[in-house]
């Protein structure tokens, strides 16, 4: 299944849609998880105007996670779709709902003009 955008670890696929480039990650986030991440947000940064990372299937997170998403904010318009509660709660408690942009919904991280 070369041509299939689904993969096995912490990236469940990676996609086109409605002009951004979307990756859905998934599982558990932490240090020991998200090196492929990194390089996929990373590769995704330099090469889309608008990076989506859906969060709805990712159940844990920790700081590792936060500083991946702040790190990659700086260097595109990120923007994160469909947070699982758990992970909705983490970025209020630490205040980067503030800084990100966050989006109830794919559709809308999507649709949104930032400018």
């Known amino acids: 299944m ?9 990236i469940a696929a990676q996609y086109a849609h409605k002009g951004c480039h979307v990756i859905v990650a998934r599982g558990e986030l932490d240090l020991d998880t998200t090196p492929d991440l990194t390089a996929a947000l990373a590769k995704a940064a330099d090469e889309h105007d608008v ?13 590792a996670l936060l ?38 919904n794919l559709d809308d991280a999507c649709a949104t003009d930032l400018s």
Request: charged share 15%.
């Open 2 to 10: 070369a041509d299939s955008p689904y993969h096995p670890g912490p």
């Open 51 to 63: 990076v989506v990372i859906d969060l709805s299937a990712v159940t844990f997170a920790d700081s």
């Open 67 to 104: 500083n991946l998403l702040l790190r990659t904010h700086g260097a595109t318009t990120l923007r994160i779709a469909a947070p699982h509660p758990r992970i909705m709660l983490l970025l209020e408690l630490t205040g980067a709902d503030q800084a990100l942009h966050v989006f109830t």
